[in-house]
């Protein structure tokens, strides 16, 4: 049963245009949503998080926007770069305990 | 700051023998300590996490164990590798239930 879902398993755009990438979820027991970056052979870096009760949350160029009655989380770059190629976890947290739960990740290829 | 350690960063095993993966972390007391495994283009799978020294979790059974013998050190063993173990390694910590902060991994491949 898969509660975090990030159907697009790769995503192309160019240099300098705007990166949507998208999550769904299916528990609304989640309070607590996170975005990683992740290079390959090494681990994940934390990028930016949203708590349930916020519908937006900005950090420089990312920004998450969390849409409750949806159960839909999406995460933008602007303006996107090269350094932005890279795969992208979108993650959820259960209110009632420590375990993140993990989309199977998005793979954001940036073309110059 | 905090810095996260893992070790060795790959690691080629015969099916059958031992697996001793270590993590350390520095610049915080009594963190919260994950291992995840990764597999080929999949997304992270929680393994075990561990509140404190000697208190461990098993999300998953399996051929893997997990110890926390002090309190900024989490190991990741098993005494028989299957095949199936190969695969992208994680630790990571936390404060708390926030935000978790990852190690560079190991690349277990089992043959």
């Not at chain 1, 705007?18 to 934390?46: H, Q, R, V």
């Amino acid at each position: 049963d898969q509660q975090v879902k990030q159907n697009s398993p790769s995503l192309s755009v160019q240099e300098g245009r705007i990166s949507i990438l998208n999550c769904d979820y299916t528990n609304s027991m989640f309070d607590y949503f996170l975005w990683y970056k992740k290079y390959p052979a090494e681990g994940p870096t934390f990028l930016i998080s949203i708590s349930s009760i916020k519908d937006k949350n900005e950090d420089g160029r990312f920004t998450v926007f969390l849409n409750k009655s949806a159960k839909h989380l999406s995460l933008h770059i602007v303006p996107s770069q090269p350094g932005d190629s890279a795969v992208y976890f979108c993650a959820a947290r259960l209110d009632s305990n420590y375990q993140l739960i993990w989309g199977a990740g998005t793979k954001l290829i940036i073309k110059p | 700051s905090q810095t996260i350690h893992q070790w060795p960063a790959t690691l080629v095993q015969p099916v059958g023998s031992p697996l001793s993966l270590e993590c350390t972390v520095e610049g915080t007391s009594n963190p919260n300590l994950y291992w995840y495994r990764q597999a080929a283009g999949r997304g992270l799978q929680l393994l075990f996490y561990s509140v404190g020294i000697g208190q461990i979790s098993s999300e998953v059974p399996q051929n893997l164990s997990a110890s926390r013998p002090q309190d900024r050190q989490f190991i990741l063993s098993s005494k028989k590798l299957l095949l199936s173990d190969s695969g992208f390694y994680l630790c990571a910590w936390s404060m708390g239930r926030g935000e978790q902060f990852f190690g560079p991994g190991t690349r277990l491949t089992v043959l």
